[in-house]
């Protein structure tokens, strides 16, 4: 074959490339469904994270007479428990739908890592001051500008730090502690600054590094401790610093979103909604409205549980803060600013 000709056989390759891209466009014109949707999230319904999943696959099916039928997933299985590749995932239609946390979407959207900054908020009215206001409006549509429908808030809880070797009070007690931290790497940065030893693993390997002994740390929400049962995992101390919120949002791929009629899309997006207020109350049940029952859950399982004095705190607030103000720069200082002024007044003392 001469030159041309191998360029015109190109040519065709690359159209018989494109045809099973067009197959998959007009399966997905408006009206068609697909038999079943799968939906991604990282744990399953023993957590809240989980049940929040599957409350909305079945107000969905319920209020859309099964038009719209969905399987869940967990453990990120369709992409073999990769979660930091989750989002370009949904994206590309690897996933239908998910359930994510911003932990694991902040590899691919820097603002994500918002909620990931040290100590920005403690609290659960600081938190709904992001998500319900200003802040939470903007991250949706950085979201949605980057591919995919956001539809709803959840949450995975306030993260707490927990280990297998003594309690921690201050970040010298943290010092040559190896933790597993999640995927995005302003995790590695707090803990380094902390004087700890962190690697960077999925969940699914962090439970067997923690059974081993490969890690002696790891953090996560307490109602994620209990259903993992992590003190079976050797981890005997927590400290309740509450240092990163973890939200979660209930999203849909964009051509899966087009290809339904807008009244089926409204019904889905309001069962998100539906769904995701009543997973935050699932993920905030036993650690707020003076029902703090959750902490003494984990102290049941001979766990040591760790309250913080203000001055305490304050030591690994102050450790963080160079990670806090290298990161407000790369999610962007006007909203780190706009942050900041929302959480301001849910500050306590
Ligand atoms: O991997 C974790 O620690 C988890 C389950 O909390 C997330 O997916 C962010």
């Known amino acids: 074959m001469d030159r041309r000709s191998l360029l015109k056989a190109g040519a065709a390759g690359s159209v018989a490339l494109a045809a099973p891209f ?40 319920e209020r859309t007479q099964g038009r719209i039928k969905i399987k869940m997933y967990p453990g990120v299985s369709l992409i073999n428990g990769d979660q930091t590749r989750e989002f370009s995932a949904i994206r590309q239609g690897v996933i239908d739908m998910a ?46 500008k980057a ?3 956001p539809l709803a808030w959840g949450e995975n809880g306030f993260r707490e730090v927990t280990n297998s070797k003594h309690e921690i009070r201050s970040p010298a007690d943290m010092k040559g502690l190896k933790f597993r931290v999640v995927g995005s790497p302003i995790f590695n940065d707090t803990f380094t600054a902390l004087g700890a030893n962190p690697t960077q693993m999925s969940w699914a390997d962090a439970q067997p590094a923690l059974a081993s002994g490969a890690v002696e740390g790891q953090e996560n929400p307490l109602h994620v401790f209990i259903a993992a049962k992590l003190q079976n995992l050797a981890q005997k101390f927590v400290t309740r610093w509450g240092y990163v919120a973890d939200p979660l949002i209930y ?16 019904i889905v997006r309001a069962a998100a909604i539906d769904a995701g207020n009543e997973e935050i109350a699932i993920a905030r049940k036993g650690l707020s409205g003076g029902d ?23 030591a690994f607030q102050q450790a963080t803060k160079p990670i806090y103000d290298k990161w407000a720069k790369v999610i962007g200082p006007d909203l780190v600013k706009q942050a900041e002024a929302a959480v301001a007044p849910t500050r306590k003392g």
Request: aromatic letters at 8%.
């Open 22 to 61: 067009i197959v998959t466009r007009s399966a997905l014109a408006q009206g068609k469904y697909k038999d079943e949707y799968r939906l991604s999230t990282v744990v399953g319904t023993a957590f809240p994270w989980g049940k929040g999943a599957e409350i909305w696959i079945n107000l969905v099916r």
């Open 99 to 144: 359930v994510g946390s911003t932990i694991n979407w902040s590899p691919q959207l820097k603002e994500l890592n918002l909620f990931s900054l040290p100590f920005l908020t403690r609290n659960h009215a600081g938190l709904d001051a992001l998500t319900r206001g200003a802040v939470g409006k903007q991250i949706m549509k950085i979201v949605e």
């Open 147 to 149: 591919g995919v429908v």
């Open 251 to 266: 999203v849909v791929n964009r051509d899966i979103w087009t290809s339904w009629t807008p009244a089926d899309r409204e």
């Open 292 to 314: 703090m029952s959750l902490v003494k859950d984990v102290e049941a399982l001979g766990v040591k549980v760790t309250e913080l004095t203000p001055a305490e705190l304050l």
